[in-house]
């Protein structure tokens, strides 16, 4: 299968003359980066980016060039955490840490290491101690020095096995390996605490069933212990799938509002295909901030990078399916970002919802879509949903730590059959709508079965369509799923 | 088994006229009572109080029987909830009780009329809607008003299930029965959400193993769906076990503190009996804020006197090992106050301790003597404490809301083998040092062998083993358990 990235990425080449002032701005181009190959598809299926647009071209601006407004929300604990070291220290710091302990990363791991080098969890500065691993797991919420809280509701810990502690013995610092055996980071005044798994998962999913994503791919596995400590990341984290480019960090992301003059920024997660619902909720949304009388309000459309459950689209797919969207104007590519948010998925619903929200104000987004069941899923064992499909929306409403975010209750959308398309759900004429859940979407694409004129653009569906072909090239024993 | 109970209890005789200035005032002897019959020994326990020291006997005051400084802390969210309406309305209120849907209350629901409608829970009104339901479950805080935090870590709900529902219909408000079919209180302006059992037990307990004595007790065997709503409590919570005049409100403990002009309330939770370990750390306590400059520390020694699990020590039995203990000076009755404090039991660790800590902030209490795993277990499904043992402190020192409550940690208290005494433990010579635990004192107390001297007052030990005694001859089939 041949794909092929067209998506609009909003990143103007001035904007690296800009980054230079700071000293550790990641030049992508000249660093040596810390990869790891993604098993599902090794060919690039990036390489260039035919339609970027320099910001300037955007909107006319009156000072084009000149010093933007600072971002419209601050980062949790006053200022963006940055723990990749400065490249003129690198060399010492890998001498170091070939002289350490060291413990090796697994793909999440290193996915977690990213999300806090590069500030997405500020003003968390490494791997949780366990005093910040309590926090999080009873309060949601790690207090900081001046009294107040910031939103940290999942726990960010780093698990090692009884060998590994012995072998670290009373070591203060660790160097961690990457799945490749390179040098990712040196983790700093070190503390080693028992990693209670059963409490940690019922703490964070509000269940211990058998059958959870996160918890049976990273936690059954994991040893008994965790380490936490400082983070120093020695190199940016990359991962050579041909997506490295929109891994926009919190403080690019940032850059880039500013450089758009965005006066709102409202976030978009997703780890599904965009259909014309989801168009319909971002395009009313922008709408009503207009209505509001923010002049200039941007999407980050921000689909999560990390690991998914086995049965989600990959993100190569999404990230295909999304630039069809764009590319045939669904959203508008020019007041859409479109940039990959490098965390692990946990599926914890209202715990996760939290997290989710948490990272994209330290990526400057003041607004956040939130829909039914954020972050959920079917219950592993039982014939329901995990979790209560409004408790996600009314947690996060009232989640210490994310006052300042306004958060925006998605309206329903479904599809309406007297119009053919996609609507907001009118319950006086309730039988006129069909809802179509990922489950069924996923279903309908892998079947090969089209869904309702108007449920998705066709450039889209065709992508989904494909890669479930490919599927069952690859998996021929595979049985077609019945779209129910 | 004729017990009786000698513990001084300070409640001068001038406080009922103190007490009368408040229309809000439970003058126990004209009151109703609601009542319940304790099924474990029906006979009064407690008639006559011989050992009552008028308060200005105590210390002398400059200005004995004129106003005293206000309260030494402040109650959560700045005024101690008091629910229990006048008296002048009673008649009133129980014409439209009869009215009303009714609900059916258990023993253990009526223990949290009581704690709610005394102001323990302040600045809670009532049985917990969702939004206070779901802060409780995820942040163990609720939000007040002023955009503060008050620490809320357990649910404090009412389960109700369908068929009460369905009676309740749209009524706004419900009247809820006790025990023996008498009108406790209305609930006003219910609302009605679903009771995910799965999800509350996880994310209180950090388990869902079978065996959690409150979850086999309440959770189990309660309705699907939970019922919030602001209480109007009839007539104050009595039991008529003998045991009232010790179910101090509050109200009452503040207003005794002041009386007594403490100038530091420090708080002792327990549900076991008192061992001479336990006293030499309230001792010493009392000697350490006396030397932080304090002039009168007064120790509320603080049973908990709601649901227990059954093979703890049953509260008529801890009350008279507690008054052996200050008749026989182990504890100065001078500078205690014993009382019951009217909640269940969750044996929820890190999570309980912190309601433990918070209703005594309301009750006046500006010190929390923390210890080793409290209101920990045994794992009911594991050979392992449920909680670390250490967990329960830090997250008690870092909970949102306590920040005014001084928390004392435990210093670790054992037998010592050197002296015959329980002393602090001295790592130096951990050899010396016996451990003791509540499982082992019962198991001595059970077979009737005596713990090493200077373990207990030998009258206090004598109470235990007369309860176990008279367990064996209810229960002849009951094996002696091995004292391992």
Redesign the interface.
């Known amino acids: 299968m041949s794909l092929s990235l067209t998506i609009k990425l909003h990143l103007a080449s001035s904007s690296s003359s800009h980054l230079t002032h700071h000293h550790h701005a990641k030049k992508v181009t000249t660093f040596e980066t810390c990869c790891y190959n993604a098993k599902i598809r090794p060919k690039p299926i990036y390489s260039t980016n035919p339609l970027i647009i320099p910001a300037c071209r955007v909107r006319p601006r009156v000072q084009c060039g000149a010093m933007v407004k600072s971002s419209l929300i601050e980062p949790d604990g006053g200022a963006l955490v940055d723990l990749v070291v400065p490249e003129s220290v690198r060399g010492a710091k890998i001498i170091e840490a070939e002289t350490l302990p060291k413990v090796q990363l697994t793909r999440i791991d290193l996915e977690w290491v990213h999300v806090v080098g590069e500030g997405w969890a500020s003003p968390l500065r490494g791997f949780m101690r ?2 910040e691993y ?2 999080s797991l ?4 790690l ?1 900081v020095k001046d ?1 107040s ?1 910031v939103n940290m ?1 999942l726990p960010i810990v780093l698990a090692i096995d009884d060998e590994t502690k012995g072998r670290i013995g009373s070591s203060s610092h660790v160097a961690l390996l990457g799945p490749d055996g390179d040098f990712v980071a040196i983790l700093r005044s070190v503390e080693i605490y ?1 990693h ?1 798994k ?2 940690r998962i ?2 964070t ?5 058998p059958g959870l994503p996160y918890v049976e791919e990273v936690i059954t596995r994991a040893g008994n212990w965790l380490i936490g400590g400082d983070l120093e990341v020695l190199k940016p984290i990359k991962y050579n799938d041909g997506l490295d480019d929109y891994r926009l960090s919190p403080k690019q992301l940032r850059d880039e509002f500013d450089k758009r003059e965005a006066d709102a920024v409202f976030a978009f997660q997703l780890r599904n295909p965009v259909h014309n619902g989801h168009a319909l909720l971002m395009n009313d949304t922008r709408k009503r901030l207009l209505e509001m009388g923010y002049k200039n309000p941007i999407l980050l459309l921000h689909p999560l990078g990390g690991f998914t459950k086995v049965d989600d689209v990959p993100l190569d797919v999404r990230m295909e399916q999304h630039s069809k969207v764009l590319e045939d104007g669904v959203l508008d590519p020019e007041t859409t970002i479109v940039a990959i948010f490098p965390s692990p998925m946990h599926y914890a619903g ?2 996760e919802v939290q997290w989710h929200a948490k990272a994209r104000i330290n990526a400057g987004a003041n607004f956040y879509i939130v829909g039914r069941d954020p972050a959920g899923m079917g219950h592993p064992t039982e014939k329901r949903d995990l ?2 499909p409004d ?1 996600g929306k ?2 996060l409403s ?3 730590g994310l ?1 300042k975010l306004n958060i925006l209750p998605f309206r329903v959308a479904a599809y309406d059959t007297k119009v053919n398309k996609m609507a907001f759900f009118d319950p006086t004429r309730a039988k006129d709508f069909l809802f179509i859940s990922g489950t069924k979407m996923r279903a309908f694409a892998r079947s090969g079965e089209n869904p309702p004129e108007g449920f998705m653009c066709p450039s889209g569906w065709n992508v989904l369509v494909k890669y479930y072909e490919s599927l069952q090239a690859e998996e021929p024993s595979e049985q077609p799923v019945l779209s129910t």
């Open positions: 366990e005093d309590l926090q009873h309060f949601n919420s207090r009294g809280f509701s028992k209670n059963e409490e019922a703490r999913w509000g269940t211990t069933a209202p715990t979790y209560d408790h009314k947690v009232m989640a210490p006052e």
